[in-house]
Nanobody, 120 residues
Framework: QAQVVESGGGLVQAGGSLRLSCATS????????VGWYRQAPGKQRELVARITSDNSTNYAESVKGRFTISGANALNPVFLQMNSLKPEDTAVYLC??????????????WGQGTQVTVSS
């Protein structure tokens, strides 16, 4: 089993910055990839940014140049630096970790999410 916990959300004015953190704990052998997703009211969940164990990253077009995903050693924790925030970035941000457990079975784990609100 593993657990994922996000932190760092909050209320910020447009143009401001926030840094989100995603920490994974439990019977972890390896973390293969971590993704940040967001879900706004009435909208589908969307991938914001993702990083893999070989440091490969990809971003949604809407956040390229403004958000940066990075990982500490072994992708734990993983950070999402969000700059030049816009009201349309307002959403619950959720972290997803693709984890290989010590049993060598792989699972995908979600955190509870952290609210990001950008005021205009």
């Amino acid at each position: 089993q593993a657990q994922v916990v996000e932190s760092g959300g909050g209320l910020v004015q447009a143009g401001g910055s926030l840094r989100l953190s995603c920490a994974t704990s439990g019977n972890i052998f390896k973390i293969n990839a971590v993704g940040w997703y967001r879900q706004a009211p009435g909208k589908q969940r969307e991938l914001v940014a993702r990083i893999t164990s070989d440091n490969s990253t990809n971003y949604a077009e809407s956040v390229k140049g403004r958000f940066t995903i990075s990982g500490a050693n072994a992708l734990n924790p993983v950070f999402l630096q969000m700059n030049s925030l816009k009201p349309e970035d307002t959403a619950v941000y959720l972290c997803n970790a693709n984890v290989v457990l010590t049993s060598r079975y792989s699972f995908s784990y979600w955190g509870q999410g952290t609210q990001v609100t950008v005021s205009s």
